[in-house]
């Protein structure tokens, strides 16, 4: 378990050079562009720097990685694909540069293994190319939508069409005009036991009755152009072939689309939290105070040595959950995913943090990736699931080993 296949180290050591050519020294660029883009009226338009990147990583092969033992994909388990989601986790924008970042990479999931022929083509096809992006349509600001049951938003069958009424909020991507199609997550049927109430729908970005109310920031931070809305859905009719799977099938369709999702956010949040690691001690050993190198206090000897046992330790508890994930399946490994989304997070943020300590005021300005690392990291401590979701579940199959003795 604890050794990379061939395949996994081929990949990894063509991403790392391509990180290094390409992407490290291009992240102030990044910036440049989309404050560029924000004084000229522009904020919401993507950026020339990550479509002009695409077709180079298309071109060396680095190009939907995420897909597991998919004819679409490069046919990566979850365990091999560990460790590049964590690699390309060291830029907050880098996934985008390979069509491996969210949503689009649980979308695509779910249309490969619940769309129909026809579905996949109008929309698979196009975001497995990396021509157009998605969104995915299931948080409610007036319910706590960690228990999806609660959902509110109705799927109403009328003739031969589904008309959808409800509000969604923290959809990622919804700002990007790139965002062609949502899958939105409703009750078809309120009557139905709790898990056959809901089902998903596919619904196009330009369907009518369908408004983007609102961006999203987090902490004053849109993440633009990509960036997280609040929409309204005021009877947008879509046709009936645009459900997936069938009615009643929404809860499972979450279920599986959430445990990859998780753990590919995991994955990342170690690449996360290796470079605050590598930021913070760089930065501790060319910074001098009081006439010596800050490196030097004791105090950061603590706290490097903890963040050191720490990040090894979330790294293999999520390999452990990939390695499960491609041997046992999803549902045996729903331990393992749960505790690493706990686990990653907190990790991540708790790394940033100190980093930001070391960088002193600096760190919290946008010279550094520090700040967007932090928004990104904490997000994610509620994002697919808040810690204490995630605890509740660990503890209730913990409980039950022991009530069969």
């Not at 959950?321 to 690493?340: L, P, R, S």
């Not at 100190?354 to 550094?368: K, M, R, T, V």
Request: hydrophobic share 45%; aromatic share 8%.
């Amino acid at each position: 378990m604890f050794l990379y296949t061939d395949r996994c180290n081929d990949y990894l050591s063509q991403l790392k050079a391509f990180m290094q050519a390409e992407i490290y020294p291009r992240e102030h660029e990044f910036r440049a562009e989309v404050e560029a883009n924000t004084a000229a009226g522009r904020r919401w338009t993507p950026t020339q720097l990550i479509e002009s990147l695409k077709p180079k990583a298309q071109a060396a092969g680095l190009w939907n990685l995420f897909l597991p033992e998919s004819e679409h994909g490069a046919g990566l388990t979850n365990y091999e694909y560990a460790p590049l989601a964590e690699e390309m986790g060291k830029v907050f924008w880098a996934s985008e540069v390979f069509n491996c970042s969210a949503p689009d990479t649980g979308n695509m999931e779910v249309l490969a293994r619940y769309g129909t022929p026809a579905q996949q083509a109008q929309w698979l096809a196009p975001l497995l190319k990396g021509a157009i992006r998605s969104g995915f349509a299931m948080t409610e600001p007036q319910v706590a939508s960690s228990d999806a049951t609660n959902v509110e938003t109705l799927i109403a069958r009328e003739g031969g069409d589904y008309v959808i009424n409800g509000r969604k909020w923290w959809i990622s991507g919804a700002g990007d005009p790139r965002c062609k199609v949502y899958i939105v997550m409703g009750k078809t049927d309120p009557s139905a036991d709790v898990h056959h109430q809901q089902s998903m729908v596919l619904v196009p970005a330009d369907a009518q009755g369908l408004t983007v109310l609102r961006p999203l920031p987090v902490f004053g931070l849109d993440d633009a152009p990509h960036g997280h809305c609040e929409m309204r859905f005021d009877n947008v009719r879509v046709p009936a072939a645009n459900i997936l799977l069938g009615e009643g099938r929404g809860f499972e369709i979450a279920q599986g689309r959430l445990g990859p999702g998780r753990i590919h956010h995991c994955m990342r949040l170690i690449g996360v939290a290796e470079r605050a690691m590598a930021l913070m001690c760089e930065r501790l050993l060319t910074r001098v105070a009081f006439g010596k190198p800050i490196a030097t206090q004791s105090i950061w000897h603590e706290r490097i040595g903890d963040l050191r046992c720490s990040i090894e330790q979330a790294r293999l508890l999520t390999l452990k959950a990939a390695w499960m994930m491609d041997t046992v399946g999803n549902k045996v490994a729903k331990n393992e995913i749960a505790m690493i989304k706990v686990v990653a997070p907190k990790l991540a943020c708790d790394a940033v943090d100190l980093a930001i300590q070391a960088f002193g005021a600096g760190g919290l300005s946008q010279d550094w990736p520090l700040a967007d690392f932090y928004m990104q990291a904490r997000a994610l401590r509620i994002a697919d699931g808040p810690d204490e979701v995630h605890r509740a579940s660990i503890a209730k199959n913990e409980l039950a080993r022991f009530k069969t003795r």
